[in-house]
């Protein structure tokens, strides 16, 4: 597939000049024939064609898509403003004729059964219609503008990748998603404005209709019945903060796979595997992938191995319009998997068994027959197969028969090849269903027996956090806006592994696949900052647009002169950390350096390195949640608001060290923890600290066998020292002398045991972090055992040659 003729495709005409040269890449890579050579020879790629090349994608071409993005959302924002102004003119003006319409008499002879229609007047009925006409054009921008953000996205990607596969020299792609990083035109979040959008858009048309204006989002919908999905990846160096962080208010589900009214705690997390369906030109995740309308996924699904005979549930979902997913499920065994998918079994027996149970007009029946029909001819018309596995252990906190919290954590992460693609070297016979080298070996992360291009191991941790209805949580606040969690909205398993394991069959890619590239771990001081700004720029679009929800006349217009931040804002007195950088300023994409040709010479600097390099030059700065289906970029994502209180409680108003890894301990010792808020005052002890102390007995036993030990080696030496006192005699003064140096040793060696065993009988009282070996004891009994022995044997060698002299002699004399 070419990329080419899809970015001809993709242009937006009015931009035609904005999207990136795409075909001056290739003519810099000489993949049009313009210059002659063979496009494989390292040795036609010189330092100048390498120069050129990052000068123009990495410097010229980034930086006028990101220039574009920014200026064209910017003048979107002022003419949404400029129309939030005109509608707050027509507001006053209608309220002012309702209030000279209360006064006469004339209105008291009005129909009171029926709704009054509004009369409006030819100027403001015309105002309102060529408001109604620019939302519009706004409206048509924001989308060809996040199309136009995805489609260059993938450009810059595709590439770097040809000019990666050109050469061996230089490596561009870790240099340019560093500088994606840095320049994030692909990040920008539309929903604020969009919203601001649907607001307006919302008051104009019932004016226009006569209808009463004001009305609220949530009259059209069932309030506290849907759920509402937040993604995040977790680093693993912060994963067990953050269990401990969830442990303290939801319980572990715990999984049993004989039944749900027997809990047994030593059950493990449950591993559980989903093989998605696709086609070769893979167009269930193009359609994913660009939120298409009715955009499907299909996927096969079960807990455990599959030897051990578990339930699959075969799985279909269709995302709607709003979010809002239908979803086509029924379970199936594995021999009639294969089947199924050619459509030479319609699940005729368990059809039969189902009306023999329930009736062959019920509506189970019914229901169970049209999921069965539409999933078939689904996979016959779409020539859908199985294309990729995930393979994941997963954690479920939820209170029992409690789900207006919901939270699920899955750690290791495997996305691998399930296709026929390569029919030289197929992942899967073409002829089965699934992998027989996994599923027959019983395989498990992190599945060595695969073949590299095969696998892809997520490094990081998926939590999802799904919350019922509109209410919030502090806690769940505190957690989705610290620095343990990085927010991943929409992210998906099927459509990553499609992207990073089928990169040479899809055209387009997600945005999130340059994050991986850097390090997710944020500075708590950092993030505190960040979440500050997003939480005023969230408290502005909302102040913005709740004028025209109220009926109120008066607001603060973001692009319309209002100064400051609104007044519903307040910031928060101190970072959960501790009190945040004084006047560091945010990054700067113009300060960052231009790139060059030695920052992709692979030959002398890594991925890590061109981060660097690069950086170095910026400011530094009912169904439960284990057994739920995933939802996997379906339904309802959740976008944080400026809506939680600014002012910090819980444990992190009470603790400003709330974090305890190993980064933020550093950090802390680096910058100090600042000043409390008012009325809050340090603790004086830990939450480990306080209360009884509970110490495990095989603690204080392991501190008694090492004092036993040493006072066995202290009795042994006496005992030597002893008897080698009593057997030198009177006049052997040197063995005597000996025994007094091994009777010091041994005095040493048990005093030395019984102090190590008071000190650290004192630190398990107190629950001390320090270390609990001391090598100084040993180190001096062995030391002094050593000499004595060398002092010993040399004095009996010396001893011996005297006498051997003296008998020489006298044998010479009587000779």
């Given amino acids: 597939m070419r990329f080419g003729r899809t970015l001809r495709k993709s242009i937006y005409p009015p931009w035609k000049d904005k999207y990136i040269d795409y075909e001056q890449l290739k003519k810099l890579l000489r993949e049009d024939g313009s210059e002659p050579g063979t496009p494989g020879d390292e040795d036609e790629w010189t330092e100048d064609d390498e120069a050129r090349f990052v000068a123009l994608l990495v410097n010229d071409q980034l930086e006028k898509v990101h220039d574009f993005q920014v200026d064209t959302y910017a003048k979107l924002r002022e003419r949404s403003a400029k129309c939030e102004s005109r509608l707050d003119a027509v507001l006053m003006t209608m309220k002012s004729q309702e209030d000279e319409g209360e006064r006469g008499p004339e209105?008291?002879?009005?129909?009171?059964?029926?709704?009054?229609?509004?009369?409006?007047?030819?100027?403001?009925?015309?105002?309102?219609?060529?408001?109604?006409?620019e939302l519009d054009g706004i409206t048509k921008e924001v989308n060809e503008l996040e199309k136009y953000a995805r489609i260059n996205y993938t450009g810059f990607l595709k590439a770097a990748k040809k000019h990666d596969k050109k050469t061996m020299k230089y490596r561009v792609t870790p240099l340019l998603k560093v500088r994606l990083a840095a320049l994030p035109f692909n990040k920008e979040d539309y929903s604020p404005l969009l919203y601001r959008l649907s607001?307006?858009?919302?008051?104009?048309?019932?004016?226009?209709?006569?209808?009463?204006?004001?009305?609220?989002?949530?009259?059209?919908?069932?309030?506290?019945?849907?759920?509402?999905?937040?993604k995040f990846w977790v680093h693993m160096d912060n994963l067990l903060e953050v269990k401990t962080v969830i442990l303290r208010r939801l319980p572990v589900l715990v999984y049993n796979p004989q039944?749900?009214?027997?809990?047994?705690?030593?059950?493990?997390?449950?591993?559980?595997?989903?093989?998605?369906?696709?086609?070769?030109?893979?167009?269930?995740?193009?359609?994913?992938?660009?939120?298409?309308?009715?955009?499907?996924?299909?996927?096969?699904?079960?807990?455990?191995?599959?030897?051990?005979?578990?339930e699959i549930m075969l799985e279909k979902k269709v995302i709607k319009e709003g979010d809002i997913s239908e979803e086509q499920r029924f379970p199936i065994k594995e021999k009639y998997i294969e089947p199924f998918i050619k459509g030479e079994y319609k699940m005729e027996k368990q059809i039969q068994k189902l009306q023999d149970r329930a009736g062959e007009d019920s509506d189970q029946v019914v229901q169970f027959q049209k999921s069965v029909d539409d999933i078939q001819s689904f996979i016959q018309e779409d020539g859908l197969k199985p294309a990729l596995r995930a393979n994941y252990k997963r954690t479920a906190f939820q209170i029992p028969g409690d789900d207006r919290v919901r939270?699920?954590?899955?750690?290791?992460?495997?996305?691998?090849?399930?296709?026929?693609?390569?029919?030289?070297?197929?992942?899967?016979?073409?002829?089965?269903?699934?992998?027989?080298?996994?599923?027959?070996?019983?395989?498990?992360?992190?599945?060595t027996g695969i073949r590299k291009g095969e696998i892809n191991r997520f490094p990081y941790a998926l939590l999802e956090i799904k919350i019922k209805g509109n209410k919030r949580y502090?806690?769940?606040?505190?957690?989705?806006?610290?620095?343990?969690?990085?927010?991943?909205?929409?992210?998906?398993?099927?459509?990553?592994?499609?992207?990073?394991?089928?990169?040479?069959?899809?055209?387009?890619?997600?945005?999130w696949i340059s994050d991986l590239e850097g390090d997710i771990r944020r500075d708590p001081h950092r993030a505190f900052e960040e979440e500050q700004e997003r939480r005023a720029r969230a408290a502005e679009d909302e102040f913005a647009v709740g004028s025209l929800l109220t009926g109120s006349g008066t607001r603060a217009?973001?692009?319309?002169?209002?100064?400051?931040?609104?007044?519903?804002?307040?910031?928060?007195?101190?970072?959960?950390?501790?009190?945040?950088?004084?006047?560091?300023?945010?990054?700067?994409?113009?300060?960052?350096?231009?790139?060059?040709?030695?920052?992709?010479?692979?030959?002398?600097?890594?991925?890590?390195?061109?981060?660097?390099?690069?950086?170095?030059?910026?400011?530094?700065?009912?169904?439960?949640?284990?057994?739920?289906?995933?939802?996997?970029?379906?339904?309802?994502?959740?976008?944080?608001?400026?809506?939680?209180?600014?002012?910090?409680?819980?444990?992190?108003?009470?603790?400003?060290?709330?974090?305890?890894s190993k980064y933020a301990r550093a950090h802390r010792k680096r910058r100090g923890v600042g000043r409390l808020?008012?009325?809050?005052?340090?603790?004086?002890?830990?939450?480990?600290?306080?209360?009884?102390?509970?110490?495990?007995?095989?603690?204080?036993l392991a501190n008694q066998r090492t004092f036993v030990k040493w006072q066995h080696v202290a009795v042994l030496l006496a005992s030597l020292s002893l008897g080698l006192y009593n057997a030198a005699g009177e006049t052997n003064n040197v063995a005597r002398s000996l025994a007094v140096v091994y009777t010091a040793v041994a005095a040493f060696t048990a005093a030395w045991g019984w102090g190590m065993y008071v000190w650290r009988s004192h630190?398990?009282?107190v629950r001390s972090g320090k270390d609990f070996d001391n090598a100084l004891g040993p180190v001096v009994v062995c030391v002094g055992l050593v000499v004595a022995l060398c002092c010993n044997f040399g004095f009996k060698v010396r001893r011996s040659s005297v006498v051997f002299c003296l008998f020489g002699r006298v044998r010479t004399l009587l000779g």
């Avoid at 069932?222 to 999905?229: D, K, L, N, Q, V």
């Avoid at 101190?574 to 040709?597: E, L, Y």
């Avoid at 950086?615 to 608001?641: H, N, P, V, Y």
């Fill in 107 to 133: 209105e008291e002879g009005a129909d009171a059964g029926q709704q009054k229609r509004r009369k409006l007047e030819p100027s403001t009925e015309e105002t309102l219609k060529e408001v109604l006409k």
């Fill in 199 to 230: 607001t307006m858009y919302s008051f104009v048309r019932q004016n226009l209709d006569g209808r009463q204006a004001g009305l609220s989002f949530g009259e059209n919908q069932t309030a506290g019945e849907s759920f509402t999905s937040h």
């Fill in 259 to 310: 039944t749900s009214k027997v809990v047994e705690g030593n059950q493990p997390d449950p591993t559980i595997t989903s093989i998605y369906f696709d086609n070769k030109s893979f167009s269930l995740y193009t359609a994913k992938v660009d939120h298409q309308p009715d955009a499907a996924s299909l996927r096969l699904r079960w807990f455990g191995q599959l030897s051990e005979k578990p």
């Fill in 407 to 447: 939270i699920s954590l899955d750690t290791e992460l495997a996305l691998i090849r399930e296709d026929d693609l390569d029919e030289e070297r197929p992942c899967r016979d073409p002829d089965d269903w699934h992998r027989r080298d996994i599923d027959d070996n019983d395989l498990e992360f992190p599945f």
């Fill in 474 to 511: 502090e806690w769940v606040s505190e957690l989705m806006s610290s620095h343990l969690v990085k927010e991943a909205p929409r992210f998906s398993k099927f459509v990553h592994g499609a992207a990073v394991l089928f990169e040479d069959y899809v055209n387009t890619l997600p945005f």
């Fill in 557 to 660: 217009s973001p692009g319309g002169g209002g100064g400051g931040p609104p007044a519903s804002f307040k910031p928060a007195v101190a970072s959960p950390v501790g009190s945040p950088a004084r006047g560091s300023p945010a990054r700067d994409p113009a300060s960052m350096g231009k790139a060059t040709p030695d920052m992709t010479r692979s030959a002398t600097a890594s991925r890590s390195s061109v981060a660097v390099v690069v950086a170095g030059k910026q400011q530094r700065g009912e169904e439960t949640a284990l057994d739920e289906s995933d939802s996997d970029d379906d339904g309802q994502q959740g976008q944080r608001d400026g809506g939680v209180s600014g002012a910090r409680g819980g444990l992190r108003a009470l603790f400003p060290s709330f974090s305890t």
């Fill in 677 to 700: 808020p008012p009325g809050v005052q340090e603790p004086g002890t830990w939450i480990k600290d306080r209360g009884p102390v509970r110490v495990e007995a095989k603690v204080w």
């Fill in 763 to 765: 630190l398990i009282e």
